[in-house]
């Protein structure tokens, strides 16, 4: 029996959220550190400046993909270099449906 789902890939994935950060660029998401998370199937990850309630609401609803979580923690800088703060965000995605080929 064929499987008739997949895993979003890591480049899906970062095309939809460049997608979604377009004219927010002041929130300071750094995408060039997106990448998978360990141990988590279907999750990838990143960083950002600020955090806003509508881009959470925005990553979940834009998607042609499924969205099944998006969750955060702050992440505090090692002592000595400063106070900034910046948020790890996790995008959790449910599977890509595939479409059935037709046979002739």
């Known amino acids: 029996m064929a499987t008739l789902e997949r895993s979003i890939t890591s480049k899906e994935s970062l095309e939809?959220?460049?997608?979604?950060?377009?004219?927010?660029?002041?929130?300071?998401a750094n995408l060039d550190n997106h990448k998978k998370t360990p141990r988590s199937q279907d999750?990838?990850?990143f960083t950002m400046d600020k955090l806003s309630n509508n881009i959470i609401d925005r990553i979940k609803k834009w998607s042609d993909f499924e969205?099944?979580?998006?969750?955060?923690?702050?992440?505090?800088?090692?002592?000595?270099?400063?106070?900034s703060l910046r948020y790890r965000i996790y995008v959790e995605y449910?599977?890509?449906?595939?479409?059935k080929s037709k046979r002739k």
């Open 16 to 28: 939809f959220l460049k997608s979604v950060f377009e004219g927010f660029e002041h929130l300071g």
């Open 67 to 83: 969205v099944k979580d998006v969750y955060y923690h702050p992440l505090v800088a090692p002592q000595g270099y400063g106070i």
């Open 43 to 45: 999750t990838y990850q």
């Open 94 to 99: 449910g599977k890509v449906k595939l479409s």
